[in-house]
């Protein structure tokens, strides 16, 4: 199976931040990576696919970029409702694993 | 509109067996697969398997083979997840999801349900 490890596993910013958040495969996935954000009780909302297409209706600060085992989700200037979870999930082969999640606060 | 609504939140006892639903509508329920996924409380996704409804094919992490069952009703356009057993380690938030396209490889989890929380205790 494969592992995704995120880093950091939880990160403090202030609104207008530039935040990434790095997501590394134990082997080689393509470009088949999903990012997902994920409020408190609520459930996930994709960001983006395929490593670096953003989802349709989510703002253009946020961006993905990466392929083979290094990925990164990039939010450009953080906006207050962007403090949230984030997770990376791989599609390249069952089971599609997630990673163990990033907690975006505000500093 | 794509909708996944999930059925509601379930408070059961050890060795109870349980199945909680998830209703699509607005695409072709057939043509495309549907994951579910754990969270626990205060922990994060977890993938526990999917099904292609069309021919009820299903797939599962080894994690959850063996202590979960999915299903799926193409008549009444729903899935399933069903436990014969429950045990307390098994309370948690059940998400359903489908994918973005119609294969498996490459295809994210793009439409959610709202979760059903499932919760085990004597």
């Known amino acids: 199976d494969i592992q995704l490890t995120q880093s950091p596993s939880s990160v403090s910013a202030s609104v207008g931040d530039r935040v990434t958040i790095t997501c590394r495969a134990s082997q080689g996935i393509s470009s088949w990576l999903g990012w997902y954000q994920q409020k408190p009780g609520k459930a996930p909302k994709l960001l983006i696919y395929a490593a670096s297409s953003l989802q349709s209706g989510v703002p253009s600060r946020f961006s993905g970029s990466g392929s083979g085992t290094d990925f990164t989700l990039t939010i450009s200037s953080l906006q207050p409702e962007d403090f949230a979870t984030y997770y990376c999930?791989?599609?390249?082969?069952?089971?599609?694993?997630f990673g163990q999640g990033t907690k975006l606060e505000i500093k | 509109e794509v909708q996944l609504v999930q059925s509601g939140a379930e408070v059961k006892k050890p060795g109870d067996s349980l199945k909680i639903s998830c209703k699509a509508s607005g695409y072709s329920f057939p043509d495309y697969w549907i994951a579910w996924v754990r969270q626990m409380p205060g922990k994060g996704l977890e993938w526990m398997g999917i099904i292609y409804p069309g021919d009820s094919d299903s797939r599962y992490s080894p994690s959850f083979q063996g202590q979960v069952t999915i299903s799926a009703d193409k008549s009444i356009t729903t899935a399933y997840l069903q436990w014969s057993s429950l045990k307390a380690s098994d309370t948690a938030m059940y998400y359903c999801?489908?994918?973005?396209?119609?294969?498996?490889?490459?295809?994210?989890?793009?439409?959610w349900g709202q979760g059903t929380l499932v919760t085990v205790s004597s």
């Open positions: 999930q791989q599609a390249n082969s069952l089971p599609h694993s």
């Open positions: 999801a489908r994918h973005s396209g119609m294969g498996i490889t490459g295809t994210t989890l793009m439409y």
